[in-house]
């Protein structure tokens, strides 16, 4: 495997995980705001 491929991939599980944690805790962020009576 050439090792650009390798980084490029490397790269995109990177963000693929990055992306993961984001909207994990962004629906976390979410469902607390959305018990708070904002109203």
């Given amino acids: ?3 650009g491929c390798q ?3 490397r790269y995109l599980d990177a ?3 990055e992306v993961s ?3 994990e805790a962004g629906t976390v962020l979410f469902l607390f705001l959305n018990l708070l009576p904002i109203n």
């Fill in 1 to 3: 495997m050439p090792s």
């Fill in 7 to 9: 980084s490029s991939m």
């Fill in 15 to 17: 963000i693929v995980y």
């Fill in 21 to 23: 944690h984001n909207l």
